[in-house]
């Protein structure tokens, strides 16, 4: 299972097996200059670093001679490729439903890179708030995860789920006229986030091949392995499944932590100082994560936002949220 710094699961680096083959490479050479273990890959829930991961990005993009790798991997992506998580999300009742999974079980696949979904008006937004910036890492990984979704919004939508703007959070590559190819000129580039936009309306669509028994059945798979995740993943994952438990406006205390994990405060200070954070740290981002999901929800009002949070007024709620994000709550509201 993972160490303090991994971050990327194994399943990630598997779907780069078929792209490498099917361009004529092997998979032991592939695996031998991305420098992976055979072994490892093969194992059924092992993570890497992230930058072990941009090092299999680099060297699939360089086997396969393919700059627009990525937004071939999406075109070809099908569900079982991501392991459970995939067809859970193809067995979601409604495509909002779906969304929402895939916020809450993207952690099997990477951890710090959860999607969220966004309610403005008539528009929806899938947003992938990670992805910017530059480096082969976010393009690669924002290029396959927009181009998958446009076959995922068929399957609850149908042939007409095109999206009416996809954005990316960094300059046009070369290899434009392939978004262009893919996207039919919805592109844009050099914007604030990667998402896609879309009409409120088709999160009510919902999955006429649904099956409710396979549903079950995968849900509790995927809850055994997050389950998994966090009793022999990092400190900071096992703090987070704690937070998320207690919900948006329960308060929680370093010592009571320390007791739940079984360890010495000064223990736990030191081991989350190892992965980089600090307890403060978890706690604030996970209550503006909550916070965030409240106010996106439709008719959401602040004051409500601000008492279910544990605040004793708006005010106070107003003025550490906007501490913690730059932006007010209204302005989080009404941004695209």
Not at 135 to 152: D, K, L, N
Not at 196 to 207: C, G, K, S, T, Y
Request: hydrophobic share 45%.
């Amino acid at each position: 299972m993972a160490e303090p710094n991994a971050q990327i699961s194994i399943v990630m680096v598997r779907a780069f097996l078929g792209p490498v083959e099917r361009a004529g490479v092997s998979r032991a050479r592939f695996l031998r200059e991305a420098g992976l273990d055979p072994r490892t890959v093969d194992e059924g829930e092992a993570w890497i670093t992230l930058d072990a991961y941009t090092r299999v990005i680099e060297v699939a993009r360089a086997l396969c001679g393919d700059p627009a790798l990525g937004l071939h991997m999406g075109e070809q992506a099908r569900a079982v490729m991501l392991d459970a998580i995939g067809p859970l999300l193809e067995h979601q009742r409604t495509l909002r439903e779906a969304f929402q999974a895939m916020g809450s079980y993207s952690r099997l696949l990477s951890v710090g890179h959860e999607p969220e979904l966004h309610e403005h008006g008539d528009t929806a937004l899938l947003r992938f708030p990670s992805l910017r910036g530059d480096g082969p890492f976010v393009q690669v990984t924002a290029e396959w995860a927009t181009a998958a979704m446009m076959s995922f919004l068929k399957l609850f939508v149908g042939e007409r789920a095109r999206p009416s703007r996809v954005t990316f959070a960094y300059p046009a590559p070369a290899h434009a006229a392939e978004y262009r190819r893919i996207f039919g000129g919805a592109e844009r580039f050099d914007r604030r986030f990667t998402q896609l936009e879309m009409p409120r309306a088709w999160l009510d669509e919902a999955q006429p091949y649904r099956n409710a028994e396979v549903y079950d059945s995968l849900k509790a798979q995927a809850d055994r392995a997050l389950g998994r995740i966090e009793r022999a993943g990092t400190v900071r994952a096992r703090i987070d499944g704690l937070l998320a438990k207690r919900g948006a406006g329960a308060a929680i205390t370093l010592g009571e932590v320390a007791r739940e994990l079984d360890m010495s405060e000064r223990s736990l200070h030191r081991r989350l100082r190892a992965e980089g954070t600090s307890f403060r740290a978890l706690v604030i981002e996970h209550r503006t994560h909550e916070a965030k999901r409240l106010l996106q929800a439709p008719n959401a009002s602040i004051q409500e936002t601000a008492f279910a949070l544990g605040f004793t007024t708006p005010a106070a709620f107003h003025r550490a949220f906007k501490r913690w994000t730059g932006l007010t709550p209204k302005e989080f509201q009404d941004s695209p």
